[in-house]
């Protein structure tokens, strides 16, 4: 596998499931990202790790839980979501946390809360 | 408030014409600039960036403008082709943070 994958890349679940979203980046990166596109709205920056370290909430509801278990991986738990967080979620990384260190995406996980 | 902005939801040009797509921001502190493409089904894959220290980049087909006066920004892709139909996203930042403000796209279709 190359570059950075996202699992499972669509998902249906209910209010008051828990689920999880797996991303992987096969780059040696130290920065990794979650982003949220909603339809007809521009990527929203949910979270952002570098080595490890969460260094943003850009104010999430605790819904959304992230975890970086090493520099490699990012999930982000899911429990009892609303409808309206159905939307694309996307991850990234980058070499490091900066703005000229290119992000690169994952292909993202489609989510639908019913 | 949206601080990047893409005005043209989609836009349609004929093969082997030149494509312009267009990006406004408002924030001045936006020091470097980035276009991304999407294919459906994909995540977004980078194109070509520009820092503010320059007016213009260029990398094979595709040249980005940029316009610090007017705030604005422009990606050229000369001769379009099919392959090239895709949704376009312009990406904002300043140097002294990592955060990516993300216009909402436009999508280009490439007619052969």
């Known amino acids: 596998e190359t570059g950075v994958t996202q699992t499972p890349r669509h998902l249906v679940m209910g209010m008051t499931n828990k689920k999880s979203l797996k991303c992987e980046q096969h780059?040696?990166?130290?920065?990794m990202y979650w982003y949220k596109q909603s339809a007809k709205k521009p990527l929203e920056l949910m979270f952002v790790y570098n080595f490890k370290e969460q260094t943003e909430n850009n104010s999430v509801p605790s819904r959304f839980s992230p975890e970086c278990p090493n520099s490699s991986h990012l999930f982000l738990h899911l429990h009892t979501l609303q409808p309206e967080d159905s939307a694309l979620y996307l991850c990234a990384s980058s070499q490091e946390r900066t703005s000229t260190d290119t992000q690169y995406f994952g292909p993202g996980t489609r989510l639908t809360v019913l | 408030d949206q601080q990047v902005k893409q005005n043209s939801p989609s836009l349609s040009v004929q093969e082997g014409r030149i494509s312009i797509l267009n990006c406004d921001y408002t924030n001045s502190m936006f020091d470097y600039f980035l276009w991304y493409k999407k294919y459906p089904a994909e995540g977004p894959t980078f194109l070509i960036s520009i820092s503010s220290i320059k007016d213009k980049n260029e990398d094979g087909r595709f040249t980005v403008f940029l316009n610090k006066s007017a705030k604005h920004l422009s990606l050229h892709i000369v001769p379009s082709q099919p392959g090239d139909s895709a949704v376009y996203f312009c990406a904002a930042t300043n140097s002294g943070t990592y955060k990516y403000i993300f216009g909402t796209g436009t999508r280009l279709k490439v007619l052969a």
């Open positions: 780059l040696g990166h130290n920065a």
